[in-house]
């Protein structure tokens, strides 16, 4: 009899509890718990842009890998941690001051940055590349926006 009551007791607390629900992270919590953003996380503290990064947004990131920074010349990434104006320039080259899914992005060609300068998109069947950079994981909610994991540095034009 004691079983069947712990039994009971357990199933209405399952009951009234409901289900499990995640909490979402805003751009920076979701970009650390990936793992594959490290560098961009380290970018983003160099720049002071973590506090606006975590800010209500919202804001579309096309986010770097690491093995996208892998491929950017030592130079060029030492030139950049050097400058904070310009490693700002870069990073929010990278930002959207709004919130896009890819849906959004494919019905236009082109669009503003955080940094003033515009990127380019380009659709070719399921694939979506933001000035030739492959977008390889696509529409990750968090709760300030949206991020889109990518190949390749975006480097502003001069």
């Known amino acids: 009899m004691r079983?069947?009551?712990l039994l009971v007791a357990g199933v209405l607390a399952a009951v009234f509890a409901g289900p499990a629900?995640?909490?979402q992270k805003d751009i920076v919590d979701t970009a650390v718990a990936?793992?594959?953003?490290?560098?961009?996380?380290?970018l983003l503290t160099d720049a002071d842009l973590i506090a606006v990064m975590k800010g209500p947004g919202p804001y579309t990131v096309f986010a770097p890998t690491d093995e996208a920074f892998a491929?950017?010349?030592?130079?060029v990434l030492a030139g950049l941690a050097r400058d904070k104006a310009k490693l700002q320039a870069v990073l929010k080259y990278h930002v959207l001051t709004s919130k896009w899914t890819t849906d959004d992005i494919k019905l236009v060609k082109q669009t503003g940055t955080a940094m003033g300068k515009s990127v380019a998109f380009a659709v070719?069947?399921?694939n979506i590349t933001v000035n030739g950079a492959k977008v390889i994981k696509a529409n990750i909610?968090?709760?300030?926006g949206m991020v889109?994991?990518?190949d390749t540095v975006l480097l502003p034009p001069q």
């Open 148 to 150: 889109h994991a990518i």
């Open 3 to 5: 079983k069947r009551a």
């Open 124 to 126: 070719s069947g399921a």
């Open 141 to 144: 909610d968090c709760t300030n």
């Open 21 to 23: 629900v995640a909490q």
């Open 34 to 42: 990936a793992g594959s953003f490290k560098t961009l996380a380290k």
């Open 71 to 75: 491929k950017v010349p030592a130079d």
